[in-house]
């Protein structure tokens, strides 16, 4: 699955945390256990024939299958493995110390955490390499698959420097340069079209893909930017000042294939980080 969604055995081999080395042995034993060809190989590349295109929703459906099966238990305690999917700028705030409570509460439970943009993180869901993720809900218009269950909101704030004290939103984005979030990404092209519906005019002079790079080049006062609040343990920045957005906000969702929707685990998850939402204050 992993080399039908990535093309390559180095992706492939980055997506599911082992060696190259390893993927190579491993999609080797497959085709001795099945005793049919199911890869092209050409030099140093590799990649699916008619015969393993034909596997890929068998292997899709086994996935989903395994979730159901693991969900059949009456024990209250989450076992087995766990992959997990999260965006990079939720770990910024109070979400690591969510995990830690999940492990310490569920102790037979082995998770593995994957942290990327909401899209990738989706198409991993997808693909059945990750078994679901927290994410940014996608755009009205990207079509998917996948399941989303709501679990809590942050506003979306104008963040500058200190060092100014902008009261108005239009003079703070058209008097400074722009710090611009990674517009591939979800939040981003949410953030691109709040600009836009507004009729906004902005200097875009950096665009960057990590939360905490953007607030480091603003909190230097290189410009201003548009940012989620994180949800997280309240920490006062004296070299930060915020302001926030008026009914604009970003909404994070748990994702999973619509076989394991109604899962157990989904259904820990769905709490553990509800209850996060609920009580958790916002981070400025």
Excluded at 173 to 190: C, H, M, N, R, V
Aim: with cysteine; charged share 20%.
């Amino acid at each position: 699955m992993a080399l039908h969604q990535f093309g390559t055995v180095a992706a492939a081999a980055r997506a599911v945390h082992l060696s190259p080395a390893a993927v190579s042995v491993q999609l080797r034993n497959l085709e001795d256990e099945l005793d049919v060809e199911l890869f092209i190989r050409t030099g140093r590349s590799i990649s699916l024939n008619d015969r393993a295109h034909q596997l890929v929703p068998l292997a899709r459906r086994m996935l989903d299958l395994q979730s159901e099966m693991a969900s059949l238990g009456n024990s209250r305690s989450l076992k087995g493995k766990m992959a997990l999917g999260i965006i990079t700028s939720t770990l910024t705030g109070g979400l690591p110390g969510v995990l830690k409570r999940l492990g310490a509460e569920h102790p037979q439970l082995e998770l593995r955490i994957t942290a990327k943009r909401s899209p990738d993180l989706a198409t991993l869901v997808e693909a059945g390499l990750l078994d679901a993720a927290i994410i940014s809900r996608p755009p009205p218009n990207i079509p998917t698959s996948l399941c989303f269950q709501a679990l809590y909101r942050e506003p979306l704030a104008l963040v500058m420097s200190a060092q100014r004290n902008f009261t108005n939103i239009k003079d703070a984005l058209e008097e400074q340069p722009y710090i611009a979030f990674d517009k591939t990404t979800w939040i981003g092209k949410q953030i691109e079209s709040f600009i836009e519906t507004s009729g906004l005019s902005v200097r875009p002079v950096m665009e960057l893909d990590s939360h905490d790079a953007v607030l480091s080049i603003v909190r230097h006062d290189i410009g201003v930017t548009i940012l989620p609040v994180l949800k997280g343990h309240p920490r006062k920045d004296p070299s930060l000042r915020f302001m926030d957005l008026p009914s604009i906000h970003r909404e994070v969702c748990l994702a999973v294939r619509h076989a394991n929707k109604d899962s157990r685990a989904t259904q820990v998850l769905v709490n553990y980080f509800r209850e996060f939402g609920n009580s958790a204050p916002l981070t400025k």
